[in-house]
């Protein structure tokens, strides 16, 4: 069975400081990973994509990478800003042959709070 | 630029009672989804489309009904309102499949069935 795996479930971290989110999968064939951003009371919004072939790829202060031999991946934040505050979902895509109607396997999310 | 435009933003539904959730986005894309999140869960595919005219179900269909008449418009009807209904209901549009692409998201509706 396709699952995502998210951890830790919330964490708390002071302004200006780094953090790592995780996710393991064990969604087959693999196609992508996705993380999203979903701030309380809204829609996810997607921050990066990353194929089979890319080990890292960054959106200003996000850097996620992935490491398919492993099937895992992690999201860094740096220099945390109050607006980091959100719940950050992994989201992994399952090639042609696999997965649910949209290929896709949510995870729970991890509960980010930046205290200032 | 509106994006995906969801309304109602909150609803409370008594047992059997029967609604109508809207959803809209100007992006001109083919592809339509809707999701619901359950607190601590996963987002689970409920019904897509994939172009006018054109549906099919997810994971999670049972108790909802979706048409796709026009690119722009995908609602969701659940004909009779069941407590295991109350969820967050999320809208979301992509240009190709959501497998090979990033989804944009409405802000969801929040229904309460009591």
């Known amino acids: 069975k396709n699952q995502v795996e998210q951890s830790p479930q919330s964490l708390i971290i002071l302004e200006g400081k780094n953090c790592t989110l995780q996710?393991?999968?064990?969604?087959?064939?693999?196609?992508?990973l996705r993380w999203y951003k979903q701030d309380t009371g809204r829609g996810p919004v997607s921050l990066t994509i990353?194929?089979?072939?890319?080990n890292t790829k960054s959106n200003g202060r996000y850097t996620a990478t992935l490491d398919a031999d492993t099937k895992q991946s992690s999201l860094h934040i740096t220099a945390s800003q109050l607006s980091d505050s959100a719940s950050y979902i992994c989201?992994?895509?399952?090639?042609?042959?696999?997965?649910?109607?949209?290929?896709?396997?949510f995870g729970k999310g991890t509960h980010l709070i930046i205290q200032p | 630029n509106a994006g995906v435009t969801q309304t109602p933003k909150f609803r409370i539904l008594k047992i059997g009672q029967s609604m109508t959730l809207q959803c809209t986005q100007d992006?001109?894309?083919?592809?339509m989804y809707w999701y619901r999140q359950d607190p601590g869960m996963g987002l689970k595919l409920i019904y897509y489309?994939?172009?006018?005219?054109?549906?099919d179900k997810g994971e999670v269909p049972n108790g909802y009904n979706v048409s796709r008449s026009t690119t722009e418009d995908f609602p969701l009807r659940l004909e009779l309102a069941a407590p295991s209904q109350t969820s967050v209901y999320f809208c979301?549009?992509?240009?190709?499949?959501?497998?090979?692409?990033?989804?944009?998201f409405g802000q969801g509706t929040r229904l309460t069935v009591v």
């Open positions: 990353m194929t089979f072939s890319e």
């Open positions: 992006m001109n894309h083919n592809y």
């Open positions: 489309s994939v172009g006018a005219g054109i549906t």
């Open positions: 996710c393991n999968y064990t969604v087959s064939p693999f196609s992508n």
């Open positions: 989201v992994v895509s399952a090639g042609r042959s696999g997965g649910g109607a949209d290929g896709l396997t």
């Open positions: 979301a549009s992509s240009y190709a499949g959501h497998r090979h692409t990033e989804a944009f």
